[in-house]
């Protein structure tokens, strides 16, 4: 089944100008699909294509199972002769583009909705175009010029909740999703989108209950169980996650990229053998898969074989040189080791390829802050808090550098903002404290905090002596 699990997205298919059974072949295929007879699916779309040159929903699907198959290459020069012989033809413009990558992508797909700006569908591929690309305002705007262009089309308002979603409006991706959902029920890309974001938002039960729907849907679609797996990771059920991982292995045995999500749920129920056997059979699949390489990595570094993981972690990289979290783990491997000039270095490294990411931000600033450079983790921390305002962890982060600094106002704000995030918090009301009796002298509100930080149950017994003294000054 190659790389189906993972990269499949099936597509509802109306009818279209051609043969008279058009759906009723797609719909055999998509059956196909479903039974894990990938060749067979294959054929039939090949002819089906053949005979309905304009039908874009078929060939989008067969685009889509070529991909999934591995057969990027021969698609590609499939639909560029097909554009080559009709260069002024938009949707032979817009089936090539929507294979491409990266600027000439965006470069091919902005043509195609400015020669036909009416043109819902060339919106949708442009949006997404641009959301890989990280350009997330352009994405929402684009998707949403789809959904008014055509309000029916359900990829288009999938597209909007993906790319609101990647700016934090959760909400707003949850009605996109829903609204999809009422256009096309059987479109299982849309109920794992909303399952992950149901799991991310704390319902867990709504979550799963997306994916029984899918199942039911689809009951031999590996797919099904992988999201499955990824949603119980989201939910912290780490050893059901791994049962469904283990569950879909069986059903596409020869997909690495399905072994790399085993071995990373086995290694976080500590499965170690297991593990090691997943990640181990995913290179052996596939010896230039990186996140192959990373996963045996993050087992090593999970059993404490450092010099292991940085070498698998550095393959990792050299093989996948823009993905960010190959030179933060191995950050995280050289901090482990205590050479933290490595781990800043690594740091920065995916910091610049991930400028928003907030996680690579304080692990920097830790870094920077150990090895005596505060006042660089402050200027780190301040990005930190700009990007992730609702993080508390910044904010406290940020409190004590500030108060090391010999900053107190700035610590008193930031720990006051993180008791905004989380109030009663006797570890920040403790810390807050002592700037306001130590840093900034101020006696009125250090009493006030020390008797906050008491009736929310703390247990420094030097606060009750601290309290007593300021108490007995007035």
Request: charged share 30%; aromatic share 6%.
């Amino acid at each position: 089944m190659s790389r189906l699990v993972l990269l499949l997205a099936i597509l509802g298919v109306p009818a279209q100008a051609g043969t008279p059974d058009l759906p009723e072949r797609v719909r055999e295929a998509e059956g196909c699909l479903r039974a894990g007879q990938q060749t067979k699916a294959l054929e039939i779309l090949a002819e089906v294509v053949q005979a309905n040159p304009d039908a874009l929903d078929a060939h989008e699907l067969y685009q889509d199972v070529m991909r999934a198959a591995g057969k990027d290459g021969e698609i590609l020069e499939t639909y560029r002769g097909r554009f080559q012989a009709a260069p002024e033809d938009v949707s032979s413009r817009y089936l090539l583009a929507r294979l491409l990558e990266g600027p000439r992508a965006l470069t091919e797909l902005r043509a195609v909705v400015t020669a036909e700006p009416g043109f819902a569908r060339g919106w949708v591929a442009y949006a997404r175009a641009l959301r890989r690309a990280g350009k997330a305002k352009q994405a929402e705007a684009a998707a949403r010029k789809a959904t008014e262009l055509e309000p029916g089309l359900a990829t288009a308002h999938e597209t909007l909740g993906w790319a609101v979603e990647h700016e934090g409006r959760l909400e707003e991706a949850e009605a996109s999703y829903r609204r999809a959902l009422e256009l096309d029920d059987q479109r299982l890309t849309v109920r794992y989108k909303l399952a992950h974001l149901l799991a991310r938002t704390g319902r867990g039960g709504e979550a799963m209950s997306q994916i029984a729907e899918a199942q039911r849907i689809s009951p031999k679609e590996p797919r099904v169980l992988v999201n499955r797996g990824l949603v119980l990771g989201v939910l912290k059920r780490p050893k059901e996650a791994a049962e469904a991982f283990a569950e879909a292995a069986r059903s596409a045995p020869d997909d690495p990229l399905l072994q790399v999500l085993l071995a990373d749920s086995y290694a976080e129920v500590g499965e170690w053998e297991l593990a090691l056997a997943a990640a181990s059979r995913a290179l052996s699949l596939d010896p230039k898969l990186a996140a192959a390489h990373a996963a045996r990595a993050y087992v090593a570094l999970r059993q404490g074989n450092t010099e292991a993981a940085a070498a698998s972690y550095r393959e990792a990289a050299r093989l996948d040189p823009k993905n960010a979290r190959h030179a933060y783990f191995l950050g995280r491997v050289h901090e482990k080791g205590n050479d933290l000039k490595q781990a800043e270095r690594q740091y920065r490294t995916a910091l610049a390829k991930d400028p928003d990411n907030v996680t690579y931000m304080l692990a920097l600033g830790g870094v920077l802050v150990r090895r005596g450079q505060g006042k660089q983790a402050l200027t780190i921390y301040k990005g930190a808090a700009k990007a992730a305002p609702d993080d508390e962890d910044v904010w406290i982060r940020y409190g004590h550098t500030a108060a090391d600094e010999g900053k107190p106002e700035d610590a008193a704000k930031a720990f006051e903002r993180a008791l905004i995030l989380e109030p009663d918090n006797p570890a920040t009301l403790l810390s807050l404290g002592i700037v306001y009796e130590v840093g900034l002298r101020d006696r009125e509100k250090a009493i006030e905090t020390y008797r906050a930080y008491l009736a929310a149950g703390g247990k420094d017994t030097r606060v009750k002596r601290w309290l007593a003294a300021l108490e007995a000054k007035k």
